[in-house]
Nanobody
């Protein structure tokens, strides 16, 4: 089993930036960030493989960057040019074994 702890969420104005972090209790494999807005289904934002290949949802391409630091068992999500529609709870997921973090709230004001 693995424990995932997210941090870095908060309130930011539109156009601003945030960096989310997800620290794992063991080595990482394929990791992903998901988000869930009120009344909507949880959706994939981005993922990164153990070889650092990445993929992004169309809605965040060019604005968000996923990265990893294997020495720190940490995956990051750098979010730039934030929009009000990015408001959601963001979850880190071990995409190989299916473990989820507790989530961190991101709120973007207009």
């Amino acid at each position: 089993q693995v424990r995932l702890v997210e941090s870095g969420g908060g309130l930011v104005q539109a156009g601003g930036s945030l960096r989310l972090s997800c620290v794992a209790s063991r080595s990482l494999f394929t990791m992903a960030w998901y988000r869930q807005a009120p009344g909507k289904q949880r959706e994939l934002v981005a993922y990164i493989t153990s070889a650092s290949s990445t993929n992004y949802a169309d809605s965040v391409k060019g604005r968000f960057t996923i990265s990893r630091d294997n020495a720190k068992n940490t995956v990051y999500l750098q979010m730039n040019s934030l929009k009000p529609e990015d408001t959601a709870v963001y979850y880190c997921k071990d995409d190989t074994f299916g473990y989820w973090g507790q989530g961190t709230q991101v709120t973007v004001s207009s």
